[in-house]
Each structure stands twice: as structure tokens, then as C-alpha cells.
């Protein structure tokens, strides 16, 4: 396509959203001219499920809840006035709590200043708000913030340790909507364990978000934690981002959350009209199902132009592959749906995959992102006329057209500048996309029963894992792992009891010894515990 074609097909499809400084180029998409039309009744249909969905429609049948995270960011929407109520008194409560922790007026036990910030969390509970930090970041920050976000014990540690000598000014925020999320529940004993030993009361360093009367909850709220925070049953952990649960943490920061939430709410406003053609979330779900033909045929590449963005394909990972991944349909009919996100950011990847992605196995389609504004402050020159920042537009624009020469396609969301109005937009943004994605291929983007499943097996491997434990420390002799699976009765999971002894006996502190090597049948474990 010459120049000229190129240029009439960007000027009849960009999307521009002047309210907050974005717009989107689908241009390097090759929809046929007749696509928007032939999807015209799939869309619409859209649109009214969402339109459903934010009136408080039951969207998790299976589980009797609503899907409100659209209230989080405009209360007045709420399907009750007791939710309208319950969001507005939240977002107060943040407000309200970071200015007692800034103050001082809420002090660490020794009557310092919080100036550190440890959030305990996973997946949702931890991804958006680990975006938001980092995006949003600066020299002006209130309280420098750290994440557990795993059950690593040598993550934990190597946490804690930059944590340091600073453990009595750090505030620790422990989410979990249930208080039963294991990775979450083991980062927090392992805080609470360190605290311990620093002679510290981790009760008055902790603060919780969770449940209502959750495991959590009654947790904090018997052992007098510093304040406890909402999570509702009809936010999903990975649509959580506007709640408390990156709120809190972000207000603690210094991030301005009511221009985090102002970005979100006016992006879903322009995102909930059902025009197509100027309706950025629309457009994007309809180009996901052109590029993958509604079947997740190929992966999307994330490839933000900011390094304050490298986050935020981690943070798509979840909220995309979660929601649309998914084994049934709505009728209940087989259709393994599901879309790939991956990326890192722009130009750095064009020295890792680009070479794959301009000459390999064409599987994919790009989404770019584009900031405008280079920085704060002004820019030096690297070369006569020219800055960092033109180099960085220079490599997006060179890498977008050398990909399309080839025959990939690509899509491009430019933002003005970042921001917390442009961070809460761009969330939006991604959540509307999700969710009017979900209904064209008509499967439910809020539950996950995938998650569910493996959180079950792995609870069924710990039980396995006390009863080879507790048959060692009985038996006292040397068994192969075919004999300790046959003394549990549970014969054809004898390559899951070796897995387990080879990691107990590599931690020589569980008390496991073995003797033997090669073949894994010929090999002895037994118990040498005190």
C-alpha cells in the first residue's frame, strides 16, 4: 500500500479521545473495507451486555455475584444506594488514613514516621498496583513502596533484606479478598516472623484489605491492626486496581488517586457509547477478533515506548489471559478460547525479538504504545537538533513500518503524557476492551476456574506432602519413593512423592537425607529429624 493509501487510511480510522489525551490507530490492521459492517449486530450485542453488566446484571452465575468494577470510579452507578454508599465511604477512608500516615498523626510503635511501604499480595492484589507504582514513581514520592508477590522464600528474603534496617518505618498492607490466599498468607507470616525478631509489634505496622469477616479480616481485626480496608465480592481481584486494593497503596505513595480515578471514570464514560467508530475499547475488541478470527489464532505483543509502561504487559497478562481464556463458552459448549499477551517495552525489545517478530512465524499482531511527551524537564541534544526522546520516536516509528513492510500488523494507542489521569485511562481502557471481547466470542471474562483448579491441586500435593513426612518419621529406614507412595495406598502418585523428597532433602533444615544416584526408582530417602 503506498504512502498516500496509507495516510487516507489513517486519517478515516484514527480515534481520537481529546478528554484524555489518547487516541487509537488501527490502520496497519488489513480489515477488509466491509468488516465493521459484518460486525455490526456482534457489537451491538456488546454494548448491551455491558450495558447490563454496569446496571448490576448477575455476570458470574456460577457464583451468584455482580461485576461492579465500573462503581469503583463512579459510585453514582452503583445498583444500590448501600454500594453508592460503601464505595464513596472507601475511597474517604484511603484519603483520609494516607494523610494521618504523611501527618504522622498515625506513627510506627516507636513513634517514627512510616517513610517505607510493604505491600503483601498476589496476582490482582498485586500486579496493578506494582503497575502503578512504578509508572507513577517519583522524586517526589511520599513513602518508597516494595512488594512480596509470591511465596518464594528467597524472594521473601531478598525482599525483606532491602527492606532493612528500616523494618520499624515500614508499613506493612496485606491483601487478600478471602485471607486464605496461601502465597499471601505465607508472605505475611514471614513479615510477621521478621518483624518478631527485630523485637517488634507487627500488629501496629499492619494494615489490611480484604473481605468483610474474612480469615483476614477477623485476623486483624483480633490482634488490633492498625486499620482495616474493603474488598467487595463484586470487584475481581484482577479489575481491582480502583479499589483500595491499589488505592491505599498508591495514595500512600503520593500518587493522586483522584486523577487516577477521574482518568478511569471519564475514559469509561467515552467508552460506553455504542459508537463504533469513535468508541477506542470497542474498536480494539473488534480488532483482537479480526487479528485472531475470534479464536485466539495468533498472541498480541505489548510493546509500550516508555520505560515507565515495562509493567504493564505484565499487568495486561492477567487481566486479559484470565478473563478470556477459558475452556466453555456461555452455552456451555467447548471452544478453548483464549488470547496470548507478552511484551516488554520499546526500544529495548527491538535488540531481543524483533528479528522473530519481522522475519519468523508470523503469529502475532503489535499493540504499541506511544507517549508524546519525552519528559519533565528539558531535553539535552545527543546529536545537533536532536534528543533521547526523538530517538525513541524514531525507533517506534522505524520498527512500526519495518514490521508492516512484512506483512504484520500492528495497532498503536498514543497517550499525551503519563500520568495518573493517563494511568487510570489506560486501565479503563483495557478493562471495556476485555469485557465487549468477552460477549463477541460469548464467554464470561469474570470468572476463572482455571485458578481455582490448580489452587486445589496444589493444596492436594501439601497434603501429600505431610503424609510422606509423617510415614518417614514412622518408619525410620530408608524407602524409595515407590515404596512410600505404596505404604500411603496412593501407588500411581509415586512420581509426585519423589518430587516432594528431592525438594525436602535438598533444604537440609526439613530433615530428609537420601543416598543413591541416577535412575530416581533406586534412590533411599529417610527421615534424619530430631
Known sequence: MSGQSLWKRYSQYLCSSEEIGLSLDISRMKFSDTFFEEMRSAINKAFKEMMALEKGAISNPDEGRMVGHYWLRNAAMAPTAEMKCEVEAAVAQVTAFAGDIHSGRIAAANGDSFTKLLVIGIGGSALGPQFVADALASKHDRMAPFFLDNTDPDGIDRVLSTVGKDLARTLVIVISKSGSTKETRNGMLETRSAYLRAGLD?????????????????????????????????????????????????????????????????????????????????????????????????????????????????????????????????????????????????????????????????????????????????????????????????????????????????????????????????????????????????????????????????????????????LLGKEKREMTAAEIAAELGKPDDVEAVFAILRHLAANPDRGISYSGQGNPADIRFISVAS
Open 202 to 470: 507487627f500488629a501496629r505496622h499492619a494494615v489490611a484489605v480484604t473481605g468483610d469477616n474474612s480469615e483476614l479480616d477477623r485476623l486483624a481485626k483480633g490482634e488490633g491492626w492498625i486499620a482495616r480496608f474493603p474488598m467487595w465480592d463484586w470487584v475481581g481481584g484482577r479489575t481491582s486496581v480502583t479499589s483500595a486494593v491499589g488505592l491505599l497503596p498508591a495514595a500512600l505513595q503520593g500518587i493522586d488517586i483522584t486523577a487516577l480515578l477521574d482518568g478511569a471514570k471519564i475514559c469509561d464514560e467515552i467508552t460506553r457509547k455504542p459508537d463504533t467508530m469513535h468508541n477506542p475499547a470497542a474498536l480494539m475488541a473488534l480488532m483482537w477478533h479480526y487479528a485472531t478470527n475470534g479464536h485466539g489464532e495468533k498472541d498480541m505483543v505489548m510493546l509500550p515506548y516508555k520505560d515507565r509502561l515495562l509493567l504493564f504487559s505484565r499487568y495486561l497478562q492477567q487481566l486479559i489471559m484470565e478473563s478470556i481464556g477459558k475452556e466453555l463458552d456461555l452455552d456451555g459448549k467447548q471452544v478453548f478460547q483464549g488470547l496470548t499477551v507478552y511484551g516488554n517495552k520499546g526500544s529495548t525489545d527491538q535488540h531481543a525479538y524483533l528479528q522473530q517478530l519481522r522475519e519468523g512465524v508470523a503469529n502475532f499482531f503489535m499493540t504499541f504504545i506511544e507517549v508524546l511527551k519525552d519528559r519533565e524537564e528539558t531535553s539535552m541534544e545527543v546529536e545537533e537538533g536532536i534528543t533521547s526522546g526523538d530517538f525513541l520516536f524514531g525507533f517506534f516509528q522505524g520498527t512500526r513500518t519495518a514490521l508492516y513492510e512484512n506483512g504484520r500488523e500492528s495497532m498503536t494507542i498514543t497517550v499525551d503524557r503519563v500520568d495518573a489521569r493517563t494511568i487510570g485511562a489506560l486501565i479503563a481502557l483495557f478493562e471495556r476492551t476485555v469485557g465487549l471481547y468477552a460477549s463477541l466470542v460469548n464467554i464470561n471474562a469474570y470468572h476463572q476456574p482455571g485458578v481455582e483448579a490448580g489452587k486445589k491441586a496444589a493444596g492436594a500435593v501439601i497434603a501429600l506432602q505431610k503424609a510422606v513426612v509423617g
